[in-house]
């Protein structure tokens, strides 16, 4: 046991001065921070109000089978005053489902609004995580990866300095390391997602966001359409899940395409 510990505190040791390095400024440009603040950070809060209208396919699993059901709906994110949050509304106008589903239509329903309305909470995850940039891709756009705080916290007090747990740079090299897949066993943990990838451009504006949790992923992919100067959904891709009283665990994997974009009461057809 005590070999296998002492292995570790040389693996962590070597994993923190192998990318605790800074890179070189041409192969990472701009800092986490900088990118996390811009995620987070409207640079025009102004209000707004924005609709929209949305028709996509669901895929919905659960014990009895699979389905695809089609789905219609109006999407509203607004802002009533200056610096207020964004607020989102969907409302599911049509969802073609199986005889057997339609005592559940409310539920299923549900499940989709309240997934697209939250989207931006998950979002807000990152919070909890230690977070470097994984990798840079084209067109300006960067993987974030992430590793939950207290899982990275464990490791470094089981197998390395309690000195170095308020140490940032360390913390992400640690993460980093834990972020690959061939440690999934030291950071595979019940309760929210301990691992999480965004992809993002140099404005912040998310693209992808993968959550994985014990029990499996759940992701986001984004495209976006500009109007009247805001970024609003074109294209959304999203998981879902949820327990139904009556038939159990409830999947849903849903492709929905934006339409109609109004923004300000001037709309684009």
């Not at 962590?12 to 921070?33: D, K, T």
């Not at 610096?83 to 509304?89: C, D, F, I, L």
């Not at 000195?163 to 061939?182: C, E, G, H, Q, T």
């Amino acid at each position: 046991m005590y070999n296998a510990r002492a292995m570790r505190y040389v693996i962590l040791g070597v994993v923190v001065l192998a990318l605790a390095v800074p890179l070189p400024a041409a192969a990472n440009h701009i800092p986490v921070e900088t990118l996390l603040q811009r995620m987070f950070t409207d640079p025009a809060p102004t209000p707004y109000d924005a609709t929209a209208d949305f028709d996509g396919d669901v895929v919905i699993t659960w014990r009895a089978g699979r389905i695809t059901a089609r789905a219609a709906g109006s999407y509203r994110e607004w802002r009533l005053t200056f610096g207020a949050p964004r607020r989102r509304q969907v409302t599911i106008t049509r969802l073609d489902l199986p005889f057997v589903l339609r005592p559940f239509e409310g539920n299923l329903k549900s499940l989709i609004e309240q997934r697209i309305e939250r989207e931006e909470g998950a979002l807000s995850l990152l919070d909890d995580y230690d977070v470097f940039i994984a990798e840079e891709l084209p067109n300006g756009r960067y993987v974030l990866g992430a590793v939950r705080k207290d899982i990275v916290t464990d490791v470094m007090q089981r197998y390395g300095r309690a000195s170095d747990l308020k140490d940032v740079n360390v913390r992400r090299a640690i993460a980093k390391w834990l972020y690959l897949p061939r440690q999934r066993e030291l950071v595979t943990r019940p309760g929210g997602p301990y691992i999480v990838t965004a992809v993002v451009d140099e404005q912040g504006t998310y693209y992808g966001l993968q959550l994985i949790y014990d029990w499996g992923p759940v992701g986001t992919e984004l495209d976006w359409a500009n109007v009247g100067g805001r970024l609003i959904w074109r294209e959304v891709k999203m998981d879902a899940a949820m327990d139904v009283r009556g038939i159990g665990r409830v999947e849903g994997k849903m492709s929905l395409r934006f339409s109609n974009h109004c923004f300000n009461g001037s709309c684009r057809r």
